[in-house]
Every structure is written in C-alpha cells, then in structure tokens.
C-alpha cells in the first residue's frame, strides 16, 4: 500500500567494474580504443606508430628470433609444423630427430606406410590426422613440385593438409619473406596489445600487415611468440617484466 509522502525505493542493480570496462570495451574497433594508461583515443596512425614501436623493441630484445622447430631445410620444417598442432615443440623435436634419420626426403614420406607413420608419431597427438597430412602433401611436392617445397603462400596453401599458419611458418622462419603466421601465442599477445580485435587468425593476420611495415612481418611471429612464452603468459602476464608495458593497454600495471 502507497502511503502519502512515503519515497519510492528503488534497487539499483550494480555492474562491476571490471565487467563494465570490459563490455565498452568489446563494443570500440581496436583503432579507436584508448591507449596504453587509458588517457585518450588512438588514431590509426598512432596505432600504427604503437605497433612499430612494440615491434622494434620485441626485435632488439629477440635479435635473430625463428622457429623453435629443428629443421634443416624447408620440407623438414613444413613436417614439423604440421607436427607441432596441439603440441610443445620441445616434443616435435623429440619425435624428428629419429623420424627424419629414417625418412630423408619428400620422397620417403610419400612412401611411408601410413600405419607405421602413425605409430611414430603418436607422441605429438592427432597422429593420425597428422600421418594423413604428411604423406599427401610430400606426395604434392613429389608430383607436383618436383620434390621441392615452394616458396610461395599460393603453393604452399594448395598442397594437401597445409594452413595457411603452417604456410607462413615456412615462408617466415626458412624462406625469410615476408609473413605472419598467427599462433595461439600471437593471437593472445596481439589482441591484449589492441593491435586488433579479431579472433579469426586470417583476420588478424591481414589486420597485422596493415599497421606493420613489411620489413617486420617476417620476425614479428617469432618475437611476439618468445614474448608470449617468456612474459606475456596466457594465464598470468607478467607486466612487471615487459618492456612494452607502456604501449599495452592491457597492462595490470595500469590499474593498480
Ligand atoms: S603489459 Fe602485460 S598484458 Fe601487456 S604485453 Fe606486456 S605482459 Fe602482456
């Protein structure tokens, strides 16, 4: 019953405020997103200015950074790339220093028995999918390419069992053109540093090129991928330790 006089009280429903900055957040594209202390909007030339600067100094702290996956020339790095989905490439490493003592060539692998392949190289998971995936594209290279791995993105793409990840992976870290292949590492780091806000990889890739000058594709992938496993955790970055904090406008510095 309504009484004369008597307030009207309302409940008013609170929002935490992590969950609110998040939510504003999510709804600006990357360019327009507030930058490193959350002072003021980012235009896409100083975007573009921040992501030469990051990169700069992931590159002097990396100097000569590349694939971590032992290879001694490009087919060799394309198996072990197919090998290292869903899996450390410390433990790539192990498997291919027997298996490329047995199989020497694309030829070999084209060969292979399916079934044995398997077997060796179950540790890295998905071994089957995987042994499929090695034996048809080095039966591509051999009838197609002449046993030679291409060094181009078109090529390399239209072989059997190969993303374009992997097809970057080759071109960056054995052929050294330019290309960005978008890891989980990458994917992680680029998005917390509002050098984009997709979650696609192809899209972050075409997103990366745009504001980095060619001459950093090529080591931008291997950089951010160390700063990734180094400092900037998946579960627990360490800002403390980074030396772009003041370019991250994910930093946990920030906020305290
Ligand atoms: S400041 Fe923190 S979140 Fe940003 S890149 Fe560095 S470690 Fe990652």
């Known amino acids: 019953m309504k009484t004369a006089g008597m307030r009207k009280v309302t409940t008013k429903k609170t929002v935490p405020a992590a969950k609110r900055r998040k939510a ?19 235009s896409p030339e100083e975007l573009k200015r921040r992501a030469r600067r990051i990169a700069a100094l992931l590159r002097k ?19 072990a790339t197919v090998l290292s989905a869903q899996c450390t ?11 490329f003592k047995k199989y020497r060539s694309p030829e070999d692998f084209a060969r292979a028995r399916r079934s044995v392949l398997e077997r060796e190289i179950r540790p890295t998971g998905f071994f089957r999918a995987k042994a499929k995936s090695i034996v048809e594209l080095s039966q591509d290279i051999v009838q197609r390419f002449g046993g030679a791995v291409p060094d181009n993105l078109d090529d390399l793409v239209s072989l059997r069992g190969v993303g374009r990840k992997t097809a970057n992976v080759v071109l960056a870290g054995f052929f050294r053109k330019p290309a960005i292949a978008v890891d989980t590492h990458v994917k992680r780091v680029s998005a917390r540093l509002g050098l984009t806000r997709h979650t696609d990889p192809v899209k972050i890739e075409y997103d990366l090129m745009d504001i980095l000058p060619k001459r950093e594709w090529q080591p931008f992938s291997f950089v951010v991928i160390l700063h990734g496993r180094e400092v900037c955790k998946a579960r627990k970055p360490r800002c403390e330790a980074c030396i772009i904090e003041k370019y991250c406008p994910s930093s946990l510095l920030a906020k305290r």
């Open 24 to 42: 504003t957040a999510a709804r600006k594209p990357a360019a327009s997103r507030r930058t490193g202390r959350g002072r003021r909007k980012e």
């Open 61 to 79: 702290k990396y100097p000569g950074a590349g694939s971590a996956l032992r290879a001694e020339n490009p087919f060799q790095l394309l198996v």
């Open 89 to 99: 490439d410390k433990r790539v490493n192990m498997v291919t220093e027997s298996l």
